[in-house]
């Protein structure tokens, strides 16, 4: 266990991991504001800024902000696991604070729902970030689509060659997670993946930490497994972690969220299979964008699916950056 922590610890570092999740509807009607009234303020509620990915929306959003002479602000928790109640408290702080519009990334709904009624109440213009309709509070929301995410991505994982036993590890049965397994099972019956076998659903509530554990045990119950697939950026080590100490390199791959040097590493020695890529700046920059636009009385789309790239061995030199 001990060596486990270190070799945690020490990946954590290296590639300063984290969740990136969440999901968008993939359509649905335009959105617009009752009474347009200009934003001078936002607020962005960043489930994880110290994940290089949501860092680089964290990055895009203030310049686009900034570029538009709008007064805008960050927070998140300052380590790589995710603490809902301190998202929640920095948003109950921005409406106090009087914030035109704030920005959240609700991963639980039931966590979420009544500091997004409360904002609500007071005339805020919502907006959520890659959580898509874990909420229905918000404005607007921009990013995956993790419903299509897992219809994708499980037919990507179709095209290795022989039967595909999966598990998927998520933080919790909620929000995102249940938005991406619904994909990965829709997926399997839509397109007709006849190989590909949904086995189990295991959680590591959203701590890097407890990853290794939970993918260990998994693959110990289930040992037919061969893939072990996440939504979770933060679930990279783990997942390598599990895999090598278990002595199944060659027999079990996993599959990821989000590029990462770890990531990069692992599709290059044969340990992931894939990752989807993400683009968080574009989310960063257009949730800006579109606020504005809102609050000038435009119609915008109620929801906006930023897209990925799936990377495996075959374009990892072009994506993998």
């Not at 962005?44 to 686009?64: D, M, R, T």
């Not at 959203?206 to 110990?220: E, F, H, I, M, R």
Request: with cysteine; aromatic share 4%; charged share 20%.
């Amino acid at each position: 266990m001990k060596i486990r922590t270190l070799a945690a610890v020490a990946a954590s570092a290296a590639v300063l991991i984290s969740v990136s999740a969440c999901s968008v509807p993939s359509s649905s009607p335009a959105s617009t504001a009752g009474v347009p009234r200009e934003i001078k303020s936002i607020y962005f509620s960043n489930v994880l800024p110290a994940y290089p990915p949501l860092g680089e929306a964290n990055k895009c959003f203030l310049a686009q902000a900034k570029k538009l002479n709008i007064k805008a602000a960050t927070g998140g928790p300052p380590d790589l696991t995710v603490n809902n109640q301190l998202n929640i408290n920095q948003i109950s702080q921005a409406i106090a604070n009087g914030y035109d519009a704030i920005v959240s990334q609700p991963i639980d709904k039931a966590a979420f729902t009544p500091v997004m009624q409360q904002a609500k109440d007071k005339g805020i213009y919502q907006a959520t970030l890659n959580t898509g309709d874990s909420t229905d509070i918000q404005d607007f929301t921009i990013g995956t689509d993790y419903t299509i995410q897992g219809a994708t991505v499980v037919e990507q994982i179709s095209k290795r060659s022989g039967d595909q036993k999966i598990i998927i590890l998520g933080g919790a049965p909620t929000g995102t997670n249940n938005l991406f397994v619904d994909g990965v099972k829709k997926g399997i019956a839509s397109k007709g993946l006849t190989n590909v076998t949904y086995v189990e659903n295991v959680f590591d509530a959203g701590d890097p930490s407890k990853s290794a554990d939970v993918v260990s045990q998994a693959l110990t119950a289930h040992p037919e497994v061969n893939v072990v697939l996440s939504w979770e950026g933060s679930a990279v080590p783990g997942i390598i972690t599990a895999i090598k100490e278990k002595n199944l390199v060659g027999k079990v791959v996993g599959v990821t969220n989000d590029i990462t040097p770890q990531v990069i590493s692992g599709i290059k020695d044969g340990i992931i299979y894939g990752s989807s890529k993400q683009n968080f700046c574009k989310m960063g920059s257009r949730v800006v964008d579109d606020l504005v636009a809102l609050s000038k009385g435009k119609k915008i789309p109620k929801s906006v699916d930023t897209g990925i790239t799936f990377v495996t061995k075959d374009n990892v030199a072009a994506e993998g950056n």
